[in-house]
Each structure stands twice: as structure tokens, then as C-alpha cells.
């Protein structure tokens, strides 16, 4: 039972576009959402987070919005770059709880 | 800054043998987690502790897993006897109370 659904696995944008990657969840209880970037022979890497309470929160370049009523979550990467070619995983945690589901992953390939 | 150690980062050995594992966290992280992640999946939670002690195990962690946080700082993670689908990468990550994760590179175990 997958609760954290991403349903791409792979993307490909120009450089200097915007990049869009989904998320989907089943469980409503969860209540905080974080993206991490995954290179190749590295561990995952913290890149935004969001709380239920809020609907959008913004890191320079990246911004993730919260739909809660959809339980879609999307991460946007503005302008993209070849450096942000990486796999990226969206993950939640219910209330009380501590550990992350993650999604299987959306590899994005960003061209030069 | 010293982030989150795993040793080794490659195991290879014989099905039947036993395996430790060791996560060093960043210094002053409470709460440390191993989390498994197979080809094409994204991470799966295993285990969480908060300083010594052991909270949550996944269903995921069989009898033959254990893992142990001494004095809440380093953790291990053993599987004895260890099968076929144990071959993975496991993630060590450790963070702070009530903020998000930080992973290490992770130890890939392959069984022959």
C-alpha cells in the first residue's frame, strides 16, 4: 500500500524553464511534507519543506505547494539548471510520528 | 561540518554471514533513524531512536535485524544470517527535535 504516490519517474526540461514535480498522498494524517534530492552514490539531501497549515512555501529557487483537500503536493524549480538534475523524493510524516514515507522518486534531467 | 557517517560504505559477503554496520550522527542529534532503500524504491523506515532509546521498529525489521544506539551517540545495525533480499542500501540518518532529517551516503550490502 503505497501512501506516497509520485507517478512520474522521469522528467526532462530545458534549462531556465520551470520544472514541476507531483506528489500524491492517501493518508490524511499526515501533516508534514519535505522533498529531498538524491545524486547518484549520495544520500538523500534536505531541499524544502511544508507544514499542513500552510498551502505554499518558497526557498529561492524551489517552492512546494500543499493541497490538502487533493492531498497533492507539487515541488517547482524556477529557472532550472543542469545542476538540479538529480532524483528527487517527496516523503511525509503524521503527527506523533517521526519517520518519513517516501515516494519511489522522480528523476529530473535538466538539458543544457 | 561533520555530517552524518556511515561505515562501510560498501559490504559485499556470503549469504548466511552476519553484518554490522555502524552511523556516526551529526554531533547534538537526538534522534537518529535507518531507513532501507532498494533499486527503484524510495526509502523505507526501519528503526528510529531518540538518544538511547529505541521508539519505533518497522514490521520491515525482522528477528534478524537489530540495532543498537549505547550512550546516544553512535548506532549499529546487525543482520544475522543475512538472505538474499537483504542486498540494499541502508540510510543512516540523524536530526535535531522537530526539524527534518539529514541523511548519510548509506552502506550498500550486496549478498553473493
Known amino acids: 500500500d503505497q501512501q506516497v504516490k509520485q507517478n512520474s519517474p522521469s522528467l526532462s526540461v530545458q534549462e531556465g524553464r520551470i520544472s514541476i514535480l507531483n506528489c500524491d498522498y492517501t493518508?490524511?494524517?499526515?501533516?508534514?511534507f519535505l522533498w529531498y534530492k538524491k545524486y547518484p552514490a549520495e544520500g538523500p539531501t534536505f531541499l524544502i519543506s511544508i507544514s499542513s497549515i500552510k498551502d505554499k512555501n518558497e526557498d529561492g529557487r524551489f517552492t512546494v505547494f500543499l493541497n490538502k483537500s487533493a492531498k497533492h503536493l507539487s515541488l517547482h524549480i524556477v529557472p532550472s539548471q543542469p545542476g538540479d538534475s538529480a532524483v528527487y523524493f517527496c516523503a511525509a510524516s503524521a503527527q506523533g510520528t517521526y519517520k518519513y514515507i517516501f515516494g519511489t522518486g522522480t528523476r529530473l534531467k535538466v538539458l543544457a | 561540518d561533520t555530517g552524518v557517517s556511515q561505515d562501510p560504505r560498501h559490504k559485499i559477503t556470503k549469504r548466511g554471514q552476519n553484518v554490522t554496520f555502524r552511523c556516526d550522527p551529526i554531533?547534538?542529534?537526538?534522534?537518529l533513524y535507518w531507513y532501507r532503500q532498494t533499486l527503484g524504491q524510495g526509502p523505507e523506515f526501519l528503526t528510529y531512536f531518540q538518544n538511547e532509546a529505541q521508539l519505533e521498529k518497522s514490521r520491515l525489521l525482522s528477528d534478524r535485524f537489530s540495532a543498537e544506539r549505547p550512550k546516544g551517540s553512535f548506532s549499529t545495525l546487525e543482520i544475522q544470517r543475512t538472505e538474499q533480499g537483504d542486498s540494499a542500501m541502508y540510510l543512516c540518518a540523524s536530526s535535531p527535535l522537530d526539524t527534518f532529517a539529514h541523511f548519510g551516503d548509506g552502506t550498500r550490502l550486496s549478498i553473493l
Open positions: 554531533s547534538e542529534h537526538n534522534r
Open positions: 493518508n490524511s494524517m499526515f501533516d508534514y
